[in-house]
């Protein structure tokens, strides 16, 4: 007989709650409701025949902790009993609804203000002195197994940590895999992420030189296809700049597992960074702790001038009231960034310039101090002008190399010895061809070649 022509004969009903903790149980064997549901729902069931109640409802938390009563589903039902004649909310056991005694109070007072006796499938729970006492017992010792639960929890994290291992879920680049130990037994490891792997490695490598603020490596690595790992509830995304910081921050890929703030530099991962370039990294990012700016406003007193109150760098800011109007100023970074309590309102860079002229007209050095700094500017500018006209004596041999290869190029040309089709190949593949127009590689009338430099 079916449940819809049962229901109304019933003058007793009840609803069934039922709860596993992990989303492994609940998707075990591809079966969405695992071995643990179907078992629960079978006793409840029972339970409900035995008192000569009708299930008219059924409350499914899969994959939900208990240590919380901020679930779905079991919200769902409180709101349920409170619209609802319902004379039994059966459980299978106390800890299937809360696993502290503050939730345990707090759904044992919904159900009372609603009219509703909690029932348990498997232990004696009842409205009678010793069912009250039995159900308070039962709360305190799923309490107690949900925090001891929990501190053994960490205690094996901790002891994973210590001996190399990866606690939780491992950053990108790498993938949490089971793999086989010497005995046959599957283990949880960490390995290589094929794809991403190479593209972590390489945005250290890059990130290290200095020539790369966050904003374009993150769009770098973005159009070479590094994004972030898709997951039931979230798809791949691209790797923004917050978290490539967070990346190049994290000592995992130096080798180092970081648990509860303690580091234990013997991971038995395989590295993507070595040490001297994962410091250097860290220097890069130091360095730009201020932020990184794509705009800069350059000017010959930047880094010589500090702030008087909290001596924090002066830094160029153009303000610009109206189109076409634009005022430089002088401003503290630190209250500009608000990293320290300075006061120090903005001063027009030309004011700077005449208190700086100011302050040099005052120093006064004596002859050999002059002497001294004439002889050293002036030993530097001569090594300036001798490196310069060297490198100009370099660029003009160049030059004249390159003018003299294009000359004989023609010169085989106009004498049949080089076809145009090949000419024309190694146009661009040339220092002497990359020099010609676009006209020169159309077919020219057989003349002597022209002399004159271009």
């Known amino acids: 007989m079916s449940l819809q022509a049962v229901a109304p004969l019933a003058t007793v009903t009840a609803v ?35 008192l000569g109640a009708v299930i008219v409802d059924e409350f499914v938390d899969r994959g939900e902790s208990a240590r919380s009563a901020d679930r779905e589903q079991l919200q769902r039902m409180l709101a349920y009993i409170q619209d609802k004649p319902v004379k039994y909310v059966i459980v299978h056991k106390v800890d299937r609804l809360a696993r502290n005694r503050i939730d345990d109070v707090e759904i044992s007072l919904a159900l009372k203000n609603a009219g509703v ?120 995304k691209a790797v923004r700049r917050t978290q490539l910081h967070a990346i190049l921050s994290n000592p995992y890929y130096k080798g180092v597992v970081t648990y509860r703030g303690v580091q234990y530099p013997n991971g038995r991962h395989d590295k993507l960074v070595d040490a001297t370039t994962w410091a250097r990294v860290q220097d890069v990012l130091a360095s730009h702790r201020h932020g990184e700016k794509e705009r800069e406003h350059p000017h010959y007193l930047r880094g010589s001038i500090f702030c008087g109150h909290c001596a924090s760098r002066f830094i160029v800011t153009i303000a610009r009231p109206r189109p076409g109007q634009e005022y430089p100023y002088f401003v503290c970074i630190g209250r500009h960034q608000k990293t320290t309590s300075c006061e120090r309102r903005a001063a027009p860079i030309s004011l700077v310039e005449e208190l700086v002229e100011v302050e040099y007209a005052r120093i006064r050095l004596a002859p050999e101090q002059r002497q001294a700094i004439q002889s050293a500017v002036e030993d530097y500018l001569d090594r300036r002008r001798d490196d310069s006209e060297q490198k100009v004596r370099s660029l003009t041999r160049q030059r004249q190399r390159l003018l003299d290869e294009r000359g004989k190029l023609l010169q085989a040309h106009y004498s049949d010895a080089i076809p145009l089709d090949l000419l024309k190949r190694n146009k661009t593949g040339s220092g002497a061809n990359a020099t010609r127009s676009r006209d020169d590689s159309q077919p020219k009338p057989q003349r002597p070649p022209s002399r004159r430099k271009p």
């Open 117 to 236: 006796t909690l029932v348990s499938a498997s232990e004696n729970i009842d409205e009678t002195p010793s069912g009250i006492l039995l159900h308070g017992i039962m709360s305190s010792i799923a309490e107690f197994y949900s925090r001891n639960l929990a501190t053994e929890v960490v205690k094996g994290m901790s002891q994973k940590a210590k001996t190399g291992g990866t606690p939780g879920r491992a950053p990108i680049g790498y993938r949490n895999v089971m793999q086989n130990n010497d005995s046959g037994k599957p283990v949880r490891t960490v390995a290589l992420d094929p794809t991403r792997a190479p593209l972590i490695a390489w945005a250290f490598e890059a990130y290290a030189t200095g020539e790369w603020t966050l904003l374009k490596l993150a769009t770098e690595l973005e159009a070479r296809g590094l994004t972030t790992v898709p997951t039931a509830k979230a798809p791949a």
């Open 16 to 50: 069934s709650h039922l709860r596993v903790s992990t989303k492994e149980q609940a998707e075990r064997d591809g079966d969405p409701e695992g071995y643990s549901i179907p078992a629960q729902r079978a006793a409840n069931s029972r339970k409900a025949h035995s």
